[in-house]
């Protein structure tokens, strides 16, 4: 067992990580020794990069016990650089964390002086000289890389800069040179956020805290309703919404919601998260309140903004829409589904099940490029799997059977139409897969089916017949 983290206490008794346990206790018997939680670290730095979008909406990962946050444009609104790194660590101060926080134009930099510095807002022109007295350790090698620059005495950042670069990059490799040119910003290193970014986002600020569902859905119709003019000027409405409640001992809460219709209408997105409040309102507890709320656009699609007719269809179409959002948000996207088209001439793959409000309504939803209807009559009902039937010899090779039994009753065919031949998709099916002739059928009851021969007469292996469908 060896130690993986030291707090103050212990870092001024001299103990070093990776030291091993038994020999920080033989120098220290009191030592308090706590087990390592990997699954808790990492579900509290999450929740502390949850935190940190009430800064940027740029926060990514820095190791195991690091966060990047991106606060670029975004430092003019608490006053600057230097009062919002102060904000940050006060504010973490409070919630009974001690961090370290860094401010420059390089992640790496910023990285190095928040690990092995004394922190800070960092100036252009003060990058090489505030890196040069760090450890190489600092700029994130691995420790064989460490150990080996180490014994050849270059110990300090500033001895990698002043040696030549073509001898660093025979003996370590070129990955060297990289990390520090990213810590010098020389080389430009992006910062991965750990969520997707919205398109949009709207927030408001509280100075106190609110806690009931009321209050959170009116400030929802108010943020919505500034973000109403941002989406007309592209021309869009909102599809994936989200809304951020920021709660005042630092707990975050998501709550996304989906409509079928690109929206922008305030009311209406409101209402999406009326039901999603009901529907995860045992898993929302307010606590002492919401300080910040935030509504994002996660994605946005052209507005079809059509005219009302006066017959009151598009108003059918609306209240559909609203139907759909409505239960979609209480009972989960899956609950109501809808046929999609597909490109493809075989029955069963021509359309597909989706969640009903990621359809759009049949009067404008575009058909696949190259897709045309069939004028042949289709069933009614189309089974998911064609169903096999024994029949009786056909009049004729080509020709429809005189009788077949399906679901262990006989039915005697009165009259058909047919064949209509279905090739297979060869790119799916093989290029062995046999062909269809499809056979709309009357028995002497008065059914109708829709059935088919796969393959031909006289060819091996022998034909055989399936049920697809029936008719009304």
């Not at 060896?2 to 120098?27: C, F, P, S, Y």
């Not at 992640?107 to 450890?135: D, H, K, N, T």
Request: charged share 25%; hydrophobic share 45%.
């Amino acid at each position: 067992m060896r130690l993986t983290a030291l707090d103050e206490a212990a870092e001024a008794l001299g103990l070093k990580k990776n030291q091993g346990v038994a020999e920080a206790r033989a120098i220290y018997p009191t030592l308090e020794i706590v087990e390592e939680d990997v699954g808790a670290d990492r579900r509290l730095l999450d929740g502390i990069a949850d935190w940190c979008d009430r800064y940027t909406p740029l926060v990514g990962l820095d190791g195991r016990d690091g966060l990047f946050l991106d606060i670029t444009g975004c430092s003019h609104l608490f006053g600057g650089e230097k009062a919002l790194l102060k904000d940050i660590l006060s504010r973490l101060f409070q919630l009974g964390i001690d961090a370290r926080g860094a401010i420059s134009s390089a992640p790496g930099l910023s990285s190095a002086v928040s690990r092995f510095g004394s922190g800070g807002v960092i100036a252009p022109e003060e990058m090489e000289p505030v890196l040069a007295p760090l450890p190489v350790a600092s700029l994130r090698l691995e420790a064989n890389t460490v150990a080996a620059l180490q014994k050849l005495g270059l110990k300090r950042v500033g001895d990698i800069i002043a040696a030549p670069r073509a001898p660093l990059a025979r003996r370590f490799g070129a990955h060297l040179l990289l990390r520090l040119d990213q810590a010098l910003g020389r080389d430009e290193e992006p910062v991965s956020p750990r969520r997707p970014v919205a398109s949009l986002s709207a927030e408001r600020r509280l100075a106190e805290p609110v806690q009931t569902q009321e209050d959170i859905l009116s400030l929802t119709g108010q943020i919505a309703l500034s973000l109403k003019a941002s989406l007309e000027e592209r021309g869009a409405g909102g599809r994936v919404f989200e809304l951020l409640l920021f709660r005042v001992d630092g707990r975050v809460f998501r709550i996304a919601a989906g409509a079928s219709q690109p929206l922008r209408d305030p009311k209406r997105i409101a209402a999406l998260f009326s039901e999603r409040l009901q529907a995860v309102h045992d898993d929302l507890d307010a606590g002492y309140g919401f300080e910040i709320l935030r509504l994002n656009v996660m994605r946005h699609e052209a507005f079809d903004a059509a005219q009302e007719d006066f017959d009151g269809a598009r108003q059918k179409d609306v209240s559909l829409a609203v139907f759909v959002d409505r239960v979609s948000a209480r009972l989960g996207a899956d609950c109501l589904q809808s046929f999609q088209l597909r490109e493809s001439h075989v029955p069963e793959r021509a359309v597909t099940m989706a969640p009903a409000m990621d359809a759009l309504p049949p009067a404008r939803r575009p058909a696949p490029s190259g897709f045309s209807w069939s004028r042949s009559e289709r069933p009614l009902r189309l089974f998911p799997r064609p169903e096999s039937v024994d029949v009786s010899v056909a009049e004729v090779p080509e020709g429809p059977p005189e009788s077949f039994r399906w679901r262990r009753m006989l039915h005697r065919v009165l009259r058909s139409q047919g064949p209509e031949r279905l090739a297979m998709e060869w790119w799916i099916d093989g290029a062995d897969a046999r062909a269809r002739d499809y056979f709309r059928i009357e028995d002497d009851t008065g059914h109708r089916f829709w059935i088919y021969r796969e393959g031909l007469y006289g060819q091996m292996p022998p034909p055989r017949w399936f049920v697809h469908g029936v008719f009304a």
